[in-house]
């Protein structure tokens, strides 16, 4: 099993690339940025110096979306990246939650997304793209390369595209009855597209807090179950409550949410996520001493997860980093 970190793009940006270098010395091969540039910094500016200062790590968006930027430009930004520092990108792209609605717009619908993981992967490995109306254009400066190209899913539309046209799939959330629920639905769809059900990479993300202290643990990370929160909002306005489509255990959750203010989006202050129980918040997210995180890694492994990545935004990311990297990443890395 990989791991990998995931960071928001805060101020100031030495900080940032600190921490992925931190992470890359305890053994952590990813390093993912949220991708919102209103409500942090530009993330692939983040990800040359990131690149600079690490010799091993991997770095990506956890995720963009093909509206804020063209999937043209993403495409020849993650090739630029490429040719400098020799193939360490992934793309990691959805509908655009945050980075859309601070901006006034909606997320990108699912054709659309669908459309622009074929047209960046295309044009970042060198190939012809169809960029629309039979405008097909090729990229002539990028000679190959590899640009993987992960897309985060939920519901059952979103899981069955990943299965059928991503590299890898993108889980944020780590409960196992529903990483194995849409893994399970994932896989049927590469297999019925005629791909190796094998070849999809799953990447389970959640925020990870190792301490004994769980009341403040489940503190510091109730905001993830609001982030969730909102997809999940966005599942029961499109197929409604217990429609069979989407498992309760998901969207039961969220009876009790009432609104949500970007402004604290992702922060352990959020003050819009009091409707999250403590239940969702253990499901949810990895906590406890090492032993802990070990077991439910454990569970997630023997589910199919190829890596998992810790979301490090509470007040205890460098403790967290070393911990993994001292008590938990050598138990996956040595097995």
């Not at 993981?117 to 990229?139: F, K, Q, S, T």
């Not at 993300?205 to 190792?210: F, I, N, Q």
């Not at 403040?216 to 982030?227: I, L, P």
């Amino acid at each position: 099993m990989d791991f990998g970190v995931v960071l928001q793009a805060d101020p100031p940006s030495s900080a940032v690339v600190s921490l992925m270098r931190r992470a890359e010395r305890n053994g952590f091969r990813y390093g993912w940025t949220f991708d919102s540039v209103v409500l942090w910094q530009e993330p692939f500016v983040l990800y040359s110096r990131i690149l600079e200062h690490t010799d091993r790590l991997i770095v990506g968006p956890m995720v963009t979306n093909p509206s804020t930027r063209a999937p043209e430009v993403t495409a020849s930004t993650f090739a630029t990246l490429n040719e400098m520092y020799g193939n360490r990108t992934v793309c990691g792209i959805g509908r655009g939650d945050s980075a859309m609605r601070v901006a006034g717009r909606r997320p990108n619908t699912l054709a659309r997304l669908g459309e622009s993981i074929g047209i960046i992967r295309d044009l970042a490995e060198g190939r012809e793209a169809d960029l629309g109306g039979g405008h097909r254009v090729r990229i002539p400066w990028i000679r190959g390369g590899r640009l993987p190209v992960w897309m985060a899913a939920y519901g059952p539309k979103a899981l069955a595209m990943a299965g059928r046209l991503a590299d890898g799939f993108i889980l944020q959330l780590a409960d196992p009855f529903l990483t194995e629920w849409m893994i399970k639905a994932v896989r049927q769809a590469a297999v019925d597209a005629g791909r190796d059900p094998a070849a999809v990479t799953i990447c389970v993300a959640a925020p990870a807090y190792v301490g004994e202290d769980l009341d403040h643990a489940r503190e510091q990370c109730r905001w993830f179950g609001g982030m969730v929160g909102n997809h999940v909002a966005d599942l029961v306005a499109r197929y409604g409550e217990h429609s069979g489509m989407v498992p309760d255990e998901l969207t039961d959750y969220i009876k009790a949410r009432t609104g949500y203010d970007y402004a604290h989006h992702g922060r352990a202050d959020n003050p819009d996520t009091a409707f999250v129980p403590d239940t969702i918040v253990d499901r949810f997210c990895l906590l406890g001493p090492p032993a802990a995180h070990r077991e439910k890694l454990r569970a997630l492994k023997a589910l199919g997860v190829d890596q998992f990545a810790v979301y490090a935004m509470h007040d205890a990311k460098e403790a967290t980093l070393d911990a993994y990297g001292t008590d938990i990443i050598p138990a996956f890395t040595e097995s």
